[in-house]
């Protein structure tokens, strides 16, 4: 959508000459390859955690494809790439989605996150790989009504649910650590989760046992099946037992512990040609069908695009120029090795010392 530009829109903006949306690996080292051109870039992830799928999905499991590394932690590639970029000193703005982006009547973009941060970019890099992460919800009728106020997919403040009666759902680390922390806590606590085997580390699973013996909380092996109560009135949740037994449980709260899941979200609405999911974009630029707006990694589209990380690392790099070309059109960017390039070495903070001047004798 195009706007005119107004003041009211841009003061108070971070004024930025890139944004990238995304902290996956590919966002990341996009961050790297405008650095190496001297543009600095502010990059915007709805985790509270850089790495996307990298440390959300896989952070143990190896890869084997990066180049010059025969073997590779999925979170230690994260950990090598933050290392990389840090004399680059990106600002990271985690923790919140970029739920907006307006093109002005100048070309230049406005970018509202879901926690108001707002950014008057002159480019903008979209990064966002399979989507932004979002909570898996209780699949329920009505359970989205309740969102906020009874049902809860994180836990803002624990405050909240002291001396509450609370149901908690899910089998993983987050159900189970809440689960220890309100047991005592809360007026009650019961554990909800579809199965006797839990992702939880085994020792957290040990002591919900315990209080679960000591009647500090109850389990139950069932799924979610339906909200209790009529109208705008919530009275708890109804559960479907393993054994197929229906049954009521009143509560305040109900907690939802079911992990995350990648979703296009908002970047669908900001009138990119989207194809199948992906954006489309050219292969000498990795530009979007509209200027300025750049698509790298596993959410852009080509012909014969493979979902790849390396792939995601070359676009990055040409996007790189593109940027640095339309932020200063007259300029040439020639190309340079770090090997030998006096100025990215400085920007690297690696550039050798000075040579001792020549003696004449
Ligand atoms: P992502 O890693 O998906 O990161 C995108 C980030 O953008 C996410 O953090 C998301 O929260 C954020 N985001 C999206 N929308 C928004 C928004 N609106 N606002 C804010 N943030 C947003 N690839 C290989 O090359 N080799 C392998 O061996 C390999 N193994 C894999 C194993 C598994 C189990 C999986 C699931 C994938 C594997 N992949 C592998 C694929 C690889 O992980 C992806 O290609 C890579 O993560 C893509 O990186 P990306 O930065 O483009 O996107």
Not at 158 to 167: G, I, P, Q, S
Not at 197 to 218: H, N, Q, Y
Request: glycine share 10%.
């Amino acid at each position: 959508m195009t706007e005119t530009l107004t003041r009211a829109g841009v003061d108070g903006a971070i004024q930025a000459d890139t944004v990238i949306v995304g902290a996956g690996p590919c966002g990341l080292f996009q961050v790297f390859e405008l650095g190496l051109l001297g543009i600095r870039a502010h990059i915007v992830d709805s985790l509270p955690h850089p790495g996307g799928q990298c440390s959300e999905l896989y952070p143990e499991k190896p890869i084997y494809d990066i180049p010059a590394l025969p073997v590779c932690g999925a979170q230690e590639l994260v950990d090598r790439l933050l290392e990389q970029i840090k004399p680059f000193n990106a600002q990271f703005h985690l923790g919140q989605e970029m739920v907006e982006l307006t093109v002005l009547e100048d070309h230049t973009f406005l970018l509202r996150t879901s926690t108001d941060t707002r950014f008057h970019a002159r480019t903008v890099i979209i990064a966002g790989g399979l989507g932004s992460f979002q909570p898996r919800r209780l699949g329920v009728e009505r359970s989205d009504q309740f969102e906020g106020r009874h049902i809860h997919y994180k836990v803002k403040s624990a405050a909240e649910f002291t001396n509450k009666r609370l149901v908690i759902f899910g089998g993983g680390d987050s159900a189970l650590d809440w689960t220890l922390e309100f047991a005592g806590k809360a007026r009650s606590v019961t554990l909800v989760h579809r199965r006797s085997e839990f992702r939880a580390a085994p020792a957290s699973v040990a002591k919900m046992r315990d209080l679960e013996t000591t009647g500090s909380i109850r389990y139950i092996e069932a799924i979610a099946h339906a909200v209790l109560g009529e109208g705008d009135d919530f009275r708890g949740v109804q559960v479907k037992t393993t054994g197929g037994e229906l049954e009521d449980l009143e509560t305040d709260h109900v907690l939802a512990f079911f992990g995350l899941h990648p979703k296009l979200g908002p970047i669908a609405e900001w009138g990119l040609h989207i194809d199948k999911r992906a954006i489309a974009v050219d292969t000498e630029k990795f530009q979007t069908n509209i200027p300025g707006i750049f698509a790298v990694g596993d959410i852009n589209s080509y012909p014969g695009k493979k979902k790849l990380i390396l792939s995601g690392f070359h676009e990055a790099a040409l996007a790189a120029f593109a940027v640095a070309a339309h932020l200063n059109p007259a300029k040439k960017i020639p190309l340079q090795y770090t090997t030998t390039s006096p100025i990215m070495q400085k920007r690297l903070g690696v550039a050798p010392p000075p040579a001792p001047p020549m003696g004449d004798g």
